[in-house]
DNA sequence: CGGAATTAATG
DNA sequence: CATTCTCCTGGG
């Protein structure tokens, strides 16, 4: 029974456990994380639930110490329900927020009804519901980590309206958003906006440092020992930069954000935390390709996934590494910065954004050295992009451009998409790997967390 | 806080 | 599919 791991696990606050389940304790009407630092309750009291809505549809509120809107985000449901799961991607990237759930459900091709069902049985809780949770969740953590005037915490958390705002806060979280602020504004530091992202140990961020190392374009990104940052611009415009910092003894990354304007922060937040893939559950995917990886010494612990900031720019340099060196294709990307991306000002003096599929579908490509009929590929990938942008977020779609293969697609889903799944056969760095150390194995049998066992092979090279 | 208009959940 | 229930916002 699963239960016994999970007493297990809170007795012993195992932070591998960190957001797989909460605890709702019955005699205080709290629920925490398991590695909550609080006096352990009793057996007898406690009440297992594998996410804070579910513990939140049973009555309990948040623990204010353990906070587990900080917890790292779990994935317990993964294979059981691929439409759920997607559901979830798509409401988490902002679905509800703008739009309806009649809408998400057309995405995802069933009717709403059903949806609302998968949901019911799934998560404990309606698709909106789950939606409105997660944004007030997101709220909180601004209320106790930064200075933001709470009418902006409400803006950044995807609320319309204040009233409303105060009015769910209240009802699901047992509190008022004035009372939560008072509680910690000491801790706080002024003028800046900064959040504390946490991952499930073991985690190798040596390893995603150093991937992203020879990729990384100067004045798009900058990287130190112990942290990357990058400028980014929001759908709607928005402009800014972050930069997350590494603090491995409190197993995460102190993440500042600055951005020219007030904006909707949670898909943001949400698109950090795939970027640096937080959401990992590391112990349990090592276990799972220790078998396959056993001839090359075991897998590199706690490697990570590393993402790229939008789906677009993982296309764009999908294309570009297209039966090219790293070097070479790092090379071409700096290239187009240069010439298509805006300058902005950034923490560092001037620094460059990402070209926008606006400006590139508009363009020649004259500034590159670069294939015709590559270049025609990259103007098609940004023509669909701006036109037809729901679409777009579909990888597969690209296929039917010219000059768009299978590696392009499953390169762009793997680091533009978080996509946990993708093994990338054909690819040059892997098929030398294999070859160099002589092995033959069966990469279905990694699944579903194939794109780890590609990474593994591309760390051996 | 109240209530109108709209949308979501449910049998 | 139709009914009931919740969400959402402007204005007092």
Known sequence: MQTTQYQQARLTRDPRFDGH????????????????????????????????????????????????????????????????????????????????????????GISSRYLTRLFQA?????????????????????????????????????????????????????????ALRRQGADTMVRGELTLFLSYRPPYNWSHLRDFLRPRLIPGLEWITDQGYGRSLQLADGTRGYFTATHDEARHGFRVAISLNRPAVMLPLV????????????????????????????????????????????????????????????????????????????????AMRLFPTPDVLAETDLAELRLPGRRKQTLIDLARLFRDEPEAATEPER???????????????????????????????????ALQQHDIVFDPETAAPWRSYLTLNLWSLT
């Open 122 to 178: 799934r998560m404990g809780t309606s698709p909106k519901r789950y939606a409105l949770y997660q944004q007030l969740l997101f709220a909180k953590s601004l209320l106790q980590q930064t200075r933001l005037p709470v009418a902006e915490v409400a803006f950044a958390a995807g609320f319309g309206s204040i009233r409303r705002f105060n009015e769910c806060f209240r009802d699901r979280l047992q509190m008022t958003p004035g």
């Open 398 to 432: 690209w296929r039917s451009l010219a000059g768009i293969g299978p590696w392009t697609v499953q390169y762009a889903r793997m680091r533009g998409g978080g996509d946990s799944d993708i093994w990338l056969g054909g690819d040059l760095g892997v098929k030398r």
């Open 270 to 349: 949400r698109n950090l935390r795939r970027l640096l893939d937080l959401d990992a559950d590391s112990a349990r995917i090592d276990d799972h390709l220790r078998p396959l990886l056993a001839p090359l010494g075991g897998p590199v612990p706690g490697l990570r996934l590393p993402g790229t900031l939008s789906l677009f720019e993982a296309g764009v340099r999908a294309i570009l590494g297209q039966q090219v060196s790293v070097q070479a294709a790092h090379k071409l990307v700096g290239q187009l910065v240069n010439a298509y991306g805006e300058t902005a000002p950034g923490p560092h003096g």
């Open 21 to 108: 389940f909460f605890v709702g304790v019955t005699s205080t009407g709290i629920y925490c994380r398991p590695i909550c630092p609080a006096p352990l309750p009793k057996e007898q009291n406690v009440r297992y639930f594998d996410s804070a809505v579910a513990a939140a549809e049973s009555g309990f509120r948040p623990c204010l110490r353990c906070r587990p809107d900080s917890a790292p985000a779990s994935w317990a449901w993964k294979g059981t329900d691929t439409t759920v799961e997607r559901a979830l991607r798509l409401i988490d990237e902002g679905a509800l927020m703008q739009g309806s759930v009649t809408g998400l459900a057309d995405r995802l």
